[in-house]
C-alpha cells in the first residue's frame, strides 16, 4: 500500500460496524455503518486513538525489575526496550521460573473479554490457552457486570444467570406487543445498549421505546437519575441502595389488598410461606410497609400504593438494570425482584415477569435462531483455584487466608506473578489506592497493551499488542445477526505484535509451541474456525457464505431473525411445572431457598431481605454526605479509545453530574473544577448542575484513566478512586462499586 492509497472498508467492534477511511498506513476517519438506523458516535475519535502517542511501541521492561526485581517502584515510568527476540527471552524464563519454583497455582491469568469484537483474536481467550498449555493458572467466575448476579440467579431460578439473560426473555417485540406497564428499576439506557458482547450492528433500542410511547405503555424509570431511561419515560426517583426496600412495600400492598396471585405461588414458587411473616413484620415486628419505606427510599407512600396496584392490574414486566447488583447486597434487589414478580403472578407470560438487563447492552431484547460462533479452544485448566472476578486486590494482598463464596470455604492461593490480557483493572476495579498496594505484592507482573494505561504503566513487561484494526479477523456474536469480515485495515503501528504472535513466541521458547499453534499461525487458525461455524450453520439451515466470498464482501446479513423465539425455560414451565421442572432443588422458583439458608450468611440469609449497606444515603456523614454513582461511560466502551478522548478540549477531567440544590449549598456553577473525595482517596471533576438527578446524589462515569500512583488527588476523575472494594455478600462476592458515600467541593 502506498501512501496515496486511500480505502474504505466495513469492520466491526463491541459497539458495532462502522466505516474505516485509510491512507497509506493510516485510519484517516470513521463514518456510519448504513444500515444501522442509531450509530454511535463512538468511533468517531479512532484515527486519534490508533495512531496516539501513548501507543507502546516496542517491547518495554521496568529498568529496576530488570536490575534486582524490585516492585515498589511500579508506576515510576522508567523502562528500557530491548528487541523483540530478548524481551520474550527473558519473559519466558521468568514464567518458567515461576512455575517450576512456585506451581502453576502462583500464575493469575487476568483478563477481561471486551479488548476486540474478533472471534480468534480475543485477548481472553489467547492468554488463557497459552496458560493452559504451560500447565494452567488460577483463573476468576463471573464478570464485574454480573457477578453477583450470576451467583444469586441459579438458586433462584435454577438456571446460568447469562443462559436466562440471553435466551429466555421476551424480545422488545414481544413487550410491545403484550407489555402494558413496564416498571424499570435502574431504568433501561439507550447509550448502555450502544455496546454488546462481540457487536451490535443495528441499535434499536430507542426506536423500541419510541413503539413502546406510540401503544400507551406505562413506563417507570426507578432510580436516582432521570437520564437512565430515554425521554417520555415518567421517572420515580429513588435512592441508590434503597431498590429492595421498594420492593418490599409493593409486594407488601399487594399482599395486604389481597391482590397477591396465590394460585402461582402455591403451584409454581416454594418458599412463600417462609418469606410472608418476613414481609408483613410477624418475624421482626417490622411490617415492610410502604410508611416504613418511604423514609428509606424517599418514594412516597401514596406513590407505593398506586404503583403496586398498576402493576396488579395489568400485564406487567418488571426490569432489572445490571448495576443494581454492583451494590453491597445486591443479591437482594435481583431476588427480591423474582418474588415480586412471582407474586403478581406473571412470570412466563409473553411481556410479563421480570427481566434482567435490559439497556445493559444492545443484544438483550432481540431473538435469533441460534447458529453458535466461533471460539479459540482453551484448552483445560489443571490447576482448580478460582476466585470470584472482583476479589483480585483481597487475593494479591491475603494469600492464603480462608474467604467464603457462595457456600464454599476457600483459601486465596499465593500469586508470585500475574499476566494480563485484553484489560485494565486500575480501570474497573474498586478502591485503586488499595489495588495499588496489592499490585506490588506479585514477583512480577506481564502485560500485553496497545496503549500505556494505567495497568501498563504499572506492569514489569509490557508487550506492545496491535488493536482490532492491525490484524485480520472474524466478527460474530450470537446476539446479532450480521457476520464481517474484519480486514488488516493499516499494518502494525511501530513494533507491535498480534497476542498470538506474543504467545506463540513465548511458547516455542519453554518447548511448548506445537500444544500453542497446533501447527497453525493466525490465519489458519481463522480458517479452520471458519469452517467449522459454516458447517454448523449449514446443519442450522442457514446460508452462510465461504470465507473468501466473506473477505470479497466484507460482511453479509444472516436469515437467523425472528420476532419471537420459543423461549426454552419460562414459557415451558409455566405451561408445564413438572414436565419442564426447573433446575433448583424443588424444581420451582425459590422464593425460600434451603441451600441459601443453610450457608447461614448473615449478609445474605434464606431469603430476599432488606439489608442496608454500610454507605448510602441512609448512612450518610458530615464528612461523606453524598452518594456516589459511577455510570459507564458514553464516549467509549469502558476506558478503551480514552487517550486519544482525554485530549480533547476540556474532556478530562471527567464531569461529575450534581443536583442543583446540593451545588448551590457549595458554591459550585457547571463548568466549575470540583474536588471529589473521602477517606480512600480524591479525584478532579468538572461539574454539571442539574435537577435530573436526586438531591443527596452524584454521579460520575468510568472510563478515566486513573493518574500515576504517590499523587494526593487522581487528576482525571477516575471514580474508583473512591469506590469500596468490598464483595456484595459471603454468597455473590461481586462488586459493590455503587455502594460509596463522597464529599464534593470547589478545587
Known amino acids: 500500500m502506498t501512501e496515496t492509497t486511500r480505502q474504505t472498508r466495513i469492520t466491526s467492534s463491541h459497539w458495532g460496524a462502522f466505516e474505516v477511511v485509510t491512507e497509506g498506513d493510516r485510519i484517516v476517519e470513521t463514518r456510519p455503518f448504513g444500515p444501522d438506523p442509531a450509530p454511535p458516535g463512538i468511533p468517531a475519535i479512532l484515527p486519534a486513538a490508533v495512531h496516539h502517542a501513548s501507543r507502546v511501541a516496542r517491547p518495554s521492561i521496568r529498568r529496576a525489575w530488570l536490575a534486582s526485581r524490585d516492585r515498589a517502584g511500579r508506576g515510576d515510568g522508567d523502562y528500557v526496550t530491548p528487541p523483540w527476540d530478548e524481551a520474550l527471552d527473558i519473559a519466558a524464563e521468568e514464567i518458567d521460573r515461576i512455575r517450576k519454583t512456585h506451581g502453576n497455582g502462583a500464575i493469575y491469568g487476568g483478563s477481561y473479554g471486551w479488548a476486540s469484537a474478533g472471534r480468534f483474536h480475543h485477548a481472553q481467550g489467547q492468554v488463557h490457552r497459552f496458560l493452559n498449555c504451560i500447565g494452567g493458572y488460577v483463573s476468576s467466575f463471573g464478570s464485574y457486570s454480573t457477578g453477583c448476579a450470576q451467583s444469586i440467579i441459579p438458586h433462584v431460578f435454577g438456571e446460568n444467570f447469562l443462559t436466562l439473560t440471553y435466551e429466555a426473555q421476551d424480545s422488545y417485540a414481544t413487550i410491545a406487543e403484550h407489555t402494558e406497564t413496564l416498571v424499570m428499576f435502574g431504568g433501561i439506557n439507550p447509550k448502555n445498549s450502544m455496546v454488546s458482547m462481540g457487536g451490535i450492528t443495528e441499535h434499536a433500542t430507542a426506536g423500541w ?3 413502546f410511547a406510540e401503544r400507551g405503555m406505562t413506563r417507570i424509570n426507578i432510580g436516582p437519575q432521570r437520564g437512565d431511561a430515554p425521554e417520555g419515560c415518567e421517572w420515580l426517583p429513588c435512592r441508590p441502595g434503597s431498590d429492595t426496600a421498594l420492593m418490599l412495600a409493593l409486594a407488601f400492598v399487594l399482599e395486604e389488598e389481597g391482590l397477591t396471585d396465590r394460585a402461582f405461588l402455591d403451584r409454581y414458587t416454594v418458599g412463600f410461606d417462609r418469606f410472608r411473616p418476613y414481609l408483613v413484620g410477624e418475624a421482626d415486628g417490622t411490617p415492610k410497609s410502604p410508611d416504613w419505606a418511604e423514609p428509606l427510599t424517599g418514594v412516597p407512600v401514596g406513590t407505593i400504593r398506586e404503583l403496586a396496584r398498576r402493576m396488579a392490574g395489568s400485564r406487567t414486566l418488571i426490569t432489572v438494570a445490571w448495576s443494581l447488583q454492583r451494590q ?11 418474588v415480586l414478580a412471582a407474586m403478581l403472578g406473571q412470570i412466563g407470560l409473553p411481556g410479563g415477569g421480570v427481566g434482567y438487563g435490559y439497556g445493559a447492552i444492545g443484544g438483550i431484547g432481540k431473538d435469533f435462531r441460534s447458529v453458535g460462533g466461533m ?13 470470584p472476578v472482583a476479589r483480585v486486590a483481597d487475593m494479591l494482598l491475603n494469600p492464603g487466608q480462608p474467604y467464603d463464596f457462595n457456600g464454599a470455604r476457600r483459601s486465596y492461593p499465593d500469586i508470585r506473578l500475574v499476566y494480563w490480557a485484553g484489560g485494565n483493572p486500575f480501570h474497573h476495579h474498586q478502591d485503586l489506592n488499595r489495588l495499588h498496594r496489592a499490585w506490588l505484592q506479585p514477583e512480577t507482573i506481564i502485560v500485553n497493551e496497545p496503549w500505556w494505561t494505567a495497568t501498563a504503566q504499572r506492569a514489569d513487561i509490557v508487550f506492545p499488542a496491535t488493536t482490532p484494526y492491525e490484524r485480520e479477523d472474524i466478527g460474530r456474536s450470537p446476539l446479532d445477526d450480521y457476520l464481517f469480515h474484519m480486514p488488516a485495515l493499516i499494518p502494525p503501528v511501530a513494533e507491535a505484535r498480534d497476542d498470538y504472535a506474543i504467545f506463540a513466541g513465548l511458547a516455542e521458547r519453554m518447548g511448548l509451541e506445537d500444544a500453542f499453534t497446533e501447527g497453525r499461525d493466525a490465519g489458519a487458525w481463522i480458517s479452520h474456525l471458519y469452517e467449522g461455524f459454516q458447517a454448523r450453520a449449514t446443519a442450522a439451515g442457514v446460508a452462510v ?6 473477505r470479497a464482501k466484507n460482511w453479509v446479513k444472516l436469515d437467523i431473525a425472528v420476532d419471537e423465539q420459543p423461549k426454552p425455560v419460562l414459557r415451558r414451565f409455566r405451561a408445564d411445572p413438572e414436565g419442564a421442572a426447573l433446575k433448583t ?25 432488606w439489608l442496608p449497606p454500610a454507605e448510602w444515603p441512609g448512612a450518610a456523614t458530615a464528612a461523606a454526605p453524598l452518594h456516589l454513582v459511577s455510570p459507564q461511560p458514553g464516549d467509549k466502551l469502558h476506558s478503551q479509545l480514552e487517550a486519544a478522548l482525554a485530549d480533547l478540549e476540556g474532556a478530562r477531567p471527567e464531569t461529575i453530574l450534581i443536583h442543583e440544590k446540593d451545588a448551590a449549598a457549595r458554591g459550585i456553577a457547571t463548568g466549575d473544577l470540583v474536588r471529589v473525595f473521602n477517606g480512600r482517596g480524591a479525584v478532579r471533576a468538572r461539574a454539571r448542575v442539574t435537577a435530573d438527578i436526586l438531591q443527596g446524589v452524584v454521579a460520575l462515569p468510568t472510563g478515566a484513566w486513573v493518574g500515576p500512583p504517590g499523587g494526593n488527588i487522581d487528576p482525571n476523575g477516575n471514580p474508583n478512586v473512591l469506590t469500596r472494594d468490598v464483595g456484595t455478600s459471603r454468597l455473590g462476592q461481586g462488586t459493590s462499586a455503587h455502594s460509596a458515600l463522597v464529599e464534593v467541593e470547589r478545587a
Open 545 to 550: 457464505p465461504t470465507l473468501e466470498e466473506l
Open 209 to 211: 421505546f419510541e413503539r
Open 328 to 338: 453491597e447486597h445486591g443479591e437482594q434487589p435481583y431476588w427480591m425482584s423474582a
Open 375 to 387: 471460539t479459540l479452544p482453551q484448552g483445560t485448566n489443571p490447576v482448580a483455584d478460582v476466585i
Open 585 to 609: 432443588p424443588s424444581g420451582r422458583i425459590e422464593i425460600f431457598s434451603e441451600r441459601i439458608d443453610g450457608f447461614g450468611y448473615d449478609d445474605c440469609p434464606g431469603h430476599p431481605v
